[in-house]
């Protein structure tokens, strides 16, 4: 009983790692986004902030999710570029709070055709926050 017990814990905890491990993965090819479409930014345990890299042109999509590991919210936002500096846009910023919980696909704001960048940042101050998200071209 207890060999049956420990076996299906350990499976459980197989199957959650890979899901984990694999989140990030997914959700580019959700969006049938091949790996030269889009930028990721990851949030890791004890950091506040993370972002992608920049991708060119008028506008962007961005997704994203938490982890399981995820003990507070994680701000998505997009940020363009205006010539001397990256600037958010307003249009879209969202909060995702939970045990994997999705950034739903959003647009962000028409601007002239510039630099996009994704930012991460933990809700607040709090270090245990852990999330991936992309940013793409123009579909």
Same mark, same amino acid.
């Given at each position: 009983? &207890?060999?049956?017990?420990?076996?299906?814990?350990?499976?459980?905890? %197989?199957?959650?790692?890979?899901?984990?491990? /694999?989140? /990030?993965?997914?959700?580019?090819?959700?969006?049938?986004? @091949?790996?030269?479409?889009? #930028?990721?930014?990851?949030?890791?345990?004890?950091?506040?902030? @993370?972002? /992608?890299?920049?991708?060119?042109?008028?506008? #962007?999509?961005? @997704?994203?999710?938490?982890?399981?590991? /995820?003990?507070?919210?994680?701000?998505?936002? %997009?940020?363009?570029?205006?010539?001397?500096?990256?600037? #958010?846009?307003?249009?879209? =910023? $969202?909060?995702? @709070?939970?045990?994997?919980?999705?950034?739903? #696909?959003?647009?962000?704001?028409? &601007?002239?055709?510039?630099?996009?960048?994704?930012?991460?940042?933990?809700?607040? $101050?709090?270090?245990?926050?852990?999330? =991936?998200?992309? $940013?793409?071209?123009?579909?």
């Amino acid at each position: 009983m &207890k060999r049956k017990l420990l076996s299906v814990v350990l499976a459980t905890l %197989a199957m959650i790692t890979l899901f984990a491990v /694999s989140a /990030s993965a997914y959700l580019p090819s959700y969006f049938n986004l @091949a790996a030269s479409e889009y #930028k990721t930014a990851n949030l890791a345990l004890g950091k506040l902030s @993370a972002e /992608s890299g920049t991708v060119n042109g008028t506008y #962007k999509y961005f @997704a994203g999710q938490t982890t399981n590991n /995820s003990k507070h919210g994680v701000w998505f936002d %997009a940020y363009f570029h205006n010539g001397s500096k990256f600037i #958010k846009d307003t249009t879209n =910023s $969202i909060l995702v @709070a939970g045990y994997f919980a999705h950034c739903p #696909k959003l647009r962000t704001g028409t &601007k002239q055709h510039t630099q996009w960048k994704l930012v991460l940042n933990s809700e607040g $101050i709090w270090l245990n926050c852990e999330a =991936s998200g992309f $940013i793409w071209y123009n579909m």
